[in-house]
């Protein structure tokens, strides 16, 4: 008899845990594949991410040394006889060429479009529209189209936008009145304060902001300087020339005068500089005597020596660039003879090239007098002719109180002038100007005192002589010699912002 087969429980039992433990091994699959794909996103994000911010401080780097580059051509507007003829000082708000989704607000507003716009500079029409006044190069005397100087720039990939957020003045009682308004004229510089930021568009991508604060480095206040060689054979200190007080005194010198050379300084034994001396490659002196001194002790207390090949970091001027003289006068006035016995005084109408622009000036005889006056526009003389010591008197007679006479010379007949041949001891050195546009080398001796501000930037100038010399002289190379001292007008380059660089000296840095 066949034997029976006996099926139990225990073998569904097995065939349920299988499928149990199937089930099981397929959630955790699922949820490893989940997590897998969960990880790949998460890391490839990060990576979407890294590489959105590094692109984007890379723009925010390039547009940081942009400005630095380009701070010459940038900040002559902020000089106080500039700054209101382009700014207005509004409460913080949006600038109607502000009007995209992204948004700053801002103190500075333009004058023109009736103060509405905000100043900035974009690369990127989705981040506004790029404002800022045309400028004229504190170091080239060029004129600069700023937007079209920004839209060169290469800056990365991400859009880069420069705004100026606010203007801060150096000095608070030069800029505002006790009422908090506006001071008419001013009395002081401004100093920029931008943010700029970097970001793909403002709605995606990464974003890096910064705001950079900064200095006027205001190098023009050199009272002698020559771009290649300053050569100081006689001692200088300073003074402050006012309405009051036009003159230097010994009761009121400081110990204030300013010296420098793009190359090379010396300062001749025996010879002290009351002041500073700062040279870009060699300063030169006997260290066996202090030649640089901040006081008048005896022994003096150890002024600012500065040379640039021994590891300092001066900051030295370069000289201004002037325009080709015929595009100041592509048309002249005929030449004004000096008439003996007779003062004649010469006045400009216009800023026109037939008004301001002349042939010559000659004075050839002891008994002639020419007198400039006009202080609104500039008088430009081709040639000018003192004949050295034989020469009649070129006198300067301000008609304002506080004004400076500005006289351009393509060149001088004779390449010696005596300083009695120029009068103006009767005005602060700062009122009268002396721009030589010419290469011959020029010599200022004599007796007599002279009070001006020199500058030739094409040109090799020698100061000698037994008589003082009071205001400032800038030249391609100065030697300073003879018998007299020479003392440097402090108040006669602060009239407007020259030479001057934006020096960033906070830079905070934000992402989000």
């Known amino acids: 008899m066949p034997k029976r087969e006996v099926v139990t429980n225990s073998d569904g039992y097995v065939l349920i845990g299988v ?26 994000a990060l990576e979407v991410r890294d590489r959105e911010f590094f692109t984007a401080e890379d723009s925010l780097s390039r547009g940081v040394a942009w400005l630095r580059q380009n701070s010459t051509s940038m900040i002559n507007v902020f000089g106080r006889e500039e700054f209101k003829k382009h700014f207005v000082l509004t409460s913080p708000s949006y600038g109607a060429n502000d009007n995209t989704q992204f948004k700053i607000p801002t103190r500075v507003k333009l004058v023109s479009g009736g103060g509405g716009d905000s100043v900035m500079l974009t690369n990127n029409v989705a981040l ?60 002081t510089d401004f100093y920029p304060v931008y943010r700029i930021d970097a970001l793909r568009l403002p709605e995606r991508g990464g974003h890096v902001f910064s705001y950079v604060i900064g200095d006027l480095v205001t190098t023009s206040s050199f009272g002698f300087y020559g771009r290649d060689l300053l050569d100081m054979s006689q001692k200088c200190d300073s003074f402050i020339s006012d309405a009051a007080n036009e003159s230097y005194t010994a009761a009121r010198r400081r110990a204030n005068c300013t010296t420098g050379s793009d ?11 009351y002041g500073s001396a700062k040279s870009n490659q060699h300063l030169t002196r006997d260290d066996s005597k202090e030649p640089v001194c901040a006081d008048f002790k005896s022994p003096c207390t150890p002024g600012i020596k500065c040379s640039g090949r021994e590891g300092g970091t001066c900051r030295v001027p370069q000289l201004p660039a002037y325009k080709p003289w015929n595009e100041y006068c592509p048309v002249h006035k005929p030449a004004i003879n000096g008439v003996d016995d007779v003062e004649k005084i010469i006045t400009i109408a216009s800023n026109a090239p037939g008004d301001r622009c002349f042939s010559a000036l000659n004075l050839t005889s002891k008994d002639q007098k020419i007198t400039l006056k006009t202080t609104a526009y500039s008088y430009f003389v081709e040639t000018l002719d003192l004949r050295n010591n034989n020469s009649g008197l070129l006198n300067f007679a301000p008609d304002t109180p506080d004004g400076t006479i500005n006289l351009y010379v393509k060149e001088f007949a004779d390449t010696t002038i005596n300083a009695s041949s120029v009068m103006n001891l009767n005005n602060r050195p700062s009122q009268l100007r002396i721009h030589y546009l010419g290469t011959e080398d020029l010599k200022i001796n004599g007796n007599s005192a002279m009070h001006a501000f020199l500058i030739a930037p094409y040109a090799n100038i020698t100061l000698q002589g037994s008589n003082d010399f009071s205001g400032g002289i800038k030249a391609k190379e100065l030697v300073i010699t003879g018998s007299a001292d020479v003392h440097y007008d402090e108040s006669g380059d602060i009239e407007n912002v020259s030479d001057v660089v934006y020096k960033v000296r906070n830079f905070n840095q934000y992402n989000r």
């Open 19 to 44: 499928m149990i433990l199937v089930a099981i091994a397929g959630i955790i699959t699922a949820g490893s594949l989940d997590l897998s794909t969960s990880t790949v996103r998460t890391t490839h």
């Open 128 to 187: 506004g529209t790029s404002r800022y006044p045309n400028t004229i190069d504190t170091y080239t005397a060029l004129n600069k189209n700023v937007v079209a100087l920004f839209n060169q720039a290469t800056l990365g990939e991400d859009g880069v936008r420069i705004t100026l957020i606010d203007a801060v003045p150096k000095d608070y009682n030069g800029a505002f009145n006790a009422d908090g308004s506006m001071k008419e004229p001013l009395t």
């Open 263 to 273: 190359k090379n300084l010396t300062i001749d034994n025996n010879k002290r500089v």
